[in-house]
């Protein structure tokens, strides 16, 4: 059976994830290849407002936070795989990765932050958005009104993101987004993923490992 790839797009804030990951679904459907796209968090189930009302600024201690992330993702796992075995590419905008990054930043051991994911729907592709200059983000819009947009803790996450593109060895595609026209960073993303999205996979899902 042929199924629909899952690609994942990884980076920090204001990288434009969220813009790329929305017109790839748009450019897919275009040219006729089913799409879906999952966003994490998902702020629409509770456990999302539950995680919207911590990044809007309530308190809970980092272990809570990160296990209600994970959680989030758990929830929904049978829609991704649905979709994906239904032939759509599933398209998301963070995932385990983000989860990882964002808590092993705060201080929390790795391993730990990991174990939670063990088992999830692994991408197909991960595509991992960077600026070579990390103060670029503040340039763009919206940058610093959640919990956390602030430029020295954005440079511990990347740090955290660089580990697992190392552990790719490779396998990581890296797209440089400082100063690019958005529709060149689109094109960049389509030369990575347009052809497996035409062909699909042959493979089944794989369960996330570390
Ligand atoms: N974030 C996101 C985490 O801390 N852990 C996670 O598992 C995920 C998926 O939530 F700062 C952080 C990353 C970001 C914040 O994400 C909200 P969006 O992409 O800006 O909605
Ligand atoms: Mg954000």
């Not at 998301?92 to 939670?116: H, M, N, Q, T």
């Not at 994911?117 to 991960?126: H, T």
């Not at 503040?138 to 430029?151: A, D, F, I, L, N």
């Not at 190392?166 to 690019?180: A, L, Q, T």
Request: charge should be negative.
């Amino acid at each position: 059976m042929t199924r629909g790839p899952i690609i994942l797009f990884e980076g920090l804030d204001r990288t434009g994830k969220s813009t790329q990951t929305e017109s790839l679904v748009d450019a897919l459907r275009r040219v006729g290849i089913g799409a879906e796209l999952f966003r994490f968090p998902n702020r629409e189930t509770g456990l999302g407002k539950m995680i919207n009302a911590y990044l809007t600024g309530g308190s809970l201690n980092d272990e809570t936070a990160h296990l209600l992330f994970s959680a989030n993702r758990w929830e929904c796992k049978d829609a991704l795989v649905a979709s994906s075995e239904a032939g759509n590419a599933v398209v998301i905008d963070r995932y385990i990765f983000s989860g990882v990054a964002y808590s092993a930043a705060k201080g929390l051991e790795r391993e730990w932050c990991v174990s939670p994911d063990l088992g999830l729907p692994s991408p197909d592709i991960v595509i991992f958005f960077k600026f070579k200059d990390t103060a670029k983000a503040t340039e763009r819009g919206q940058y610093g009104e959640e919990r956390y947009e602030k430029v020295e803790f954005q440079k511990l996450v990347r740090h955290e993101f660089e580990k697992f593109e190392e552990e790719s060895s490779g396998s990581w595609n890296v797209v440089y987004v400082d100063d690019k026209p958005i529709a060149e960073v689109a094109e960049e993303v389509w030369q990575i993923v347009g052809s497996v999205c035409e062909k699909g996979i042959e493979d089944e899902i794989r369960p996330f490992q570390w």
